[in-house]
């Protein structure tokens, strides 16, 4: 399983990104995907999350509403639409994969991690 994460950049406060988690064949289709990220001196933690059997979406108290984490098959990607970023949100963003559950999980316990992507969120 290979997992590429791109998309990452500067940006002012309120503004947006989208990040990108390109996946081996079949992988974005019959794995859980999850976000994460950390920050210097920071646990890493789970932003969101997608299962690739029931649908189910999750995703971390401090991105609801502004995160949404998303599939294309056809391009076997997932994304990460990040809208009013705070300096809060800085760090570096991970994609993982695991083919162990139906669901997903906000924990960093997946098997497989791609490297990260650099997102800075500064005025």
């Known amino acids: 399983v290979q997992l590429q994460a791109s998309g990452g950049g500067t940006v002012q406060p309120g503004g947006s990104l989208t990040l990108s988690c390109v996946t081996s064949k079949f992988t974005s289709d019959v794995y859980a995907i999850g976000w994460f990220r950390q920050a210097p001196g920071k646990e890493r933690e789970g932003v969101a999350c997608?299962?690739?059997?029931?649908?189910?979406?999750y995703y971390g108290e401090p991105v609801k509403g502004r995160f949404t984490i998303y599939r294309d098959s056809i391009e076997k990607t997932v994304y990460l639409r990040m809208t009013d970023l705070t300096p809060e949100d800085s760090g570096i963003y991970y994609c993982?994969?695991?083919?162990?559950?139906?669901?997903?999980?906000?924990?960093?316990?997946?098997?497989?991690w791609g490297q990260g992507t650099q997102v800075t969120v500064s005025s």
């Open positions: 993982a994969a695991d083919s162990r559950w139906a669901s997903c999980s906000l924990a960093p316990v997946y098997t497989h």
């Open positions: 997608s299962g690739p059997v029931d649908g189910s979406r």
